[in-house]
């Protein structure tokens, strides 16, 4: 079994030292940004830690798809942040903000390519089956961010609804973050099938929290604005579980204009008062608690002993523990 202070030195290593061609600076500049500025790798770290619990040493082979669903998720960003109008990424200007729509649009085009340049780079014995469990949760993430705009146009959304699209949306990358390290590892196919498991639940669990934090979270550790899903009218998990216990003025106040700063203010403050008189904060963190549960539930199933367990737990706690 693999460390955690292991992986801790091999993500950073991999990614302090990761390179993108030079020319045309124009477009690849952007990539280079979006990297140095981080984030906490958690798709990667999370294929490390599944790898972990079966190998004993951390090599170019688990490396490479690491790096892959890393970029993948960030050219993800690139164009989600033109899509949700997003200033900030991170507590730094999005790429869009910074350079240009067409740049961004571009520039996340040729990251997506690149993720599948590292990806090619997977064990030969396992290439295929990272080939087909990285191309369909790739669609998957598509599929889900339509879903997610559908929604903005939508006067309600059911809460099954909801959890289908951040299924799609971010449950299924790291369902395969998690399955691609116990398959290159050498896993078996139950095992594998379990991790998958753990990682969409997990997933579920962590989109309600950013949803969670979007309204109750501090913008200093958050990285971007409070109370952007209210300003772009996005139905998240608290407004879809505030229209679940018949909230009053719910679709009024989320209808608000927001032009100026003083009306974007206003509809924040609007909105959140409609949260705290049907309490659904609380509700949140309930349910970011139970979907975690049941994720590390699902992973116990792998055929990995206690101490596989121990680790999933502890992922889980380090994941999540920012809405406790």
Not at 285 to 312: C, Y
């Amino acid at each position: 079994m693999i460390s955690s202070k292991a992986i801790d030195a091999a993500i950073e290593t991999l990614f302090g030292n990761l390179e993108f061609q030079s020319r045309p600076a124009g477009l690849y500049d952007p990539l280079r940004y979006m990297i140095a500025i981080g984030g906490k790798r958690i798709r990667p770290r999370l294929c490390l830690t599944t790898y972990g619990i079966f190998a004993d040493e951390i090599t170019p082979s688990v490396l490479e798809p690491a790096a892959a669903l890393e970029i993948f998720h960030t050219f993800t960003l690139i164009h989600d942040d033109i899509m949700d109008r997003s200033p900030l990424r991170r507590g730094n200007p999005t790429v869009w903000k910074k350079w240009s729509e067409d740049t961004a649009i571009l520039s996340g085009d040729v990251m997506c390519i690149d993720a599948y340049k590292h990806l090619a780079k997977a064990p030969a014995q396992v290439l295929p089956q990272a080939m087909e469990l990285f191309s369909k949760t790739a669609s998957r993430v598509c599929d889900g961010q339509q879903l997610d705009m559908d929604f903005e146009k939508r006067s309600s959304v059911s809460m099954n609804e909801y959890m289908e699209m951040i299924g799609l949306k971010t449950g299924v990358l790291l369902a395969c973050s998690a399955q691609m390290g116990a398959l290159v590892a050498g896993a078996d196919g139950w095992s594998q099938d379990s991790l998958y498991e753990y990682g969409y639940y997990l997933g579920l669990a962590f989109q309600v929290a950013d949803d969670y934090l979007d309204a109750y979270g501090d913008q200093k550790v958050f990285g971007k604005p409070i109370g952007g899903d209210i300003l772009n009218g996005k139905k998240s998990w608290l407004t879809v579980r505030a229209m679940e216990k018949g909230a009053e003025g719910l679709a009024d106040a989320l209808a608000a204009p927001a032009l100026t700063p003083e009306e974007q203010a206003a509809k924040i403050a609007r909105v959140m008062d409609i949260y705290a008189s049907v309490d659904v904060a609380a509700d949140a963190r309930k349910a970011i608690s139970d979907l975690s549960s049941r994720a590390v539930f699902k992973g116990s199933d792998a055929a990995m002993g206690a101490d596989g367990v121990t680790v999933l737990e502890n992922f889980a706690k380090s994941l999540l523990g920012r809405t406790a």
